[in-house]
């Protein structure tokens, strides 16, 4: 492993609910050395995370400033921190942080971005996934126009001209996983999700919204219980209702989509899902790694931060 000099590098944490992912990145962007955690905010107490962050001090003890997103900023986090609001670029992001100490860790807390929906008007937000958003801006810098971020809270947002300009989210991935960890829907499952037959008849079911998704989704048990819909096949059938009935939303509310690929940010299972109900619909998509959107979103957070008269 490759090391800077000291003080040239610094730390990028994504913090969620469930997961702690810490990266030591280069003052060039490079990445030095990484470790992870399955300690999400939502299941540590104040001590319990002043601890993780004192490991992180441990092996990197010359680390001079954290970047912390997600949901450590939330009311469940360390301190709950405002949004910025859309149309937001990574100078608003940098200026509307929140500086702070975890234990031994100086840490610079991400506010995340808040929008008003165009198509409704109603309110979203999000914490975490701008990082990934502005890492994508930095990695390809002309590029404009919608993405999303497959996952368990999946983002579909437009970006332009180095601008987070609105998004929606979708709670699919989460509800598939609640309703296929535990309950009635839970007995029907053997497996993993994959693309077929069946998730692209799960897409055009969603997609077609000819009845709501609470009656959807019991209708996939009473499939398995009269022989149409095997056990094996059941995850893919749901995960297919779930998408389908989520790119159904996107279409709605983004007019645009399908007049160029989109990329997806995210893991590349759940992205491969994505794809196949994209081009059911005629709409191209790639392949776009999260780690490197990460890393590369927290090295540009760092540079305008320092380009703000604010430095590490």
């Known amino acids: 492993m490759s090391r800077d000099d000291n003080g040239g590098s610094f730390v990028g944490v994504n913090w969620g609910s469930t997961n702690f992912r810490a990266y030591r990145i280069a003052d060039g962007g490079g990445l030095l050395d990484e470790f992870s955690r ?7 107490k104040r001590p319990e995370m002043e601890a993780i962050m004192n490991e992180l001090m441990e092996r990197w003890p ?10 450590i900023g939330s009311n469940i986090g360390w301190a709950e921190v405002p949004y910025a609001a859309a149309p937001a670029d990574i100078a608003a992001i940098a200026l509307h942080g929140h500086a702070t100490s975890i234990g031994r860790a100086p840490v610079h807390i991400v506010p995340g971005v808040s929008c008003r929906r165009g198509y409704d008007g109603g309110p979203d937000i999000m914490r975490g996934e701008e990082i990934e958003l502005f890492g994508f801006a930095a990695l390809e810098p002309a590029w404009n126009g919608l993405l ?9 947002a437009r970006f332009e001209e180095g601008r987070i300009t609105g998004f929606f989210t979708s709670m699919s991935g989460e509800i598939y996983d609640r309703l296929t960890a535990a309950g009635l829907l839970a007995s029907i499952v053997e497996g993993e999700a994959s693309d077929g037959p069946v998730f692209q008849e799960g897409v055009q079911t ?18 398995v219980m009269h022989g149409i819909l095997s056990k094996p096949d059941a995850a893919s059938y749901l995960r297919g209702l779930l998408i389908g009935s ?17 990329p997806l940010i995210g893991s590349g299972p759940v992205c491969k899902l994505y794809a196949a109900a994209l081009a059911a619909i005629g709409a191209g998509s790639y392949f776009v790694d999260s780690r490197a959107a990460c ?18």
Do not use: C, N
């Not at 399955?38 to 540590?44: C, K, W």
């Not at 010359?62 to 949901?71: E, H, I, L, N, R």
């Not at 999303?148 to 579909?156: E, F, R, S, V």
């Open 38 to 44: 399955p300690a999400g905010v939502a299941g540590l």
């Open 62 to 71: 010359d680390t001079a400033m954290v970047y912390a997103s997600g949901m």
């Open 148 to 156: 999303a971020l497959p996952g368990t809270h999946t983002k579909w």
């Open 206 to 223: 969603g997609l077609a919204r000819q009845l709501g998704m609470a009656t959807l989704l019991f209708g996939a048990r009473a499939r």
């Open 246 to 262: 989520e790119i159904a939303d996107a279409r709605a509310m983004l007019p645009d989509l399908g007049r160029a690929p989109v």
């Open 295 to 312: 890393i590369a979103g927290f090295h540009a957070l760092h540079r305008a931060r320092i380009a703000t008269g604010r430095p590490a």
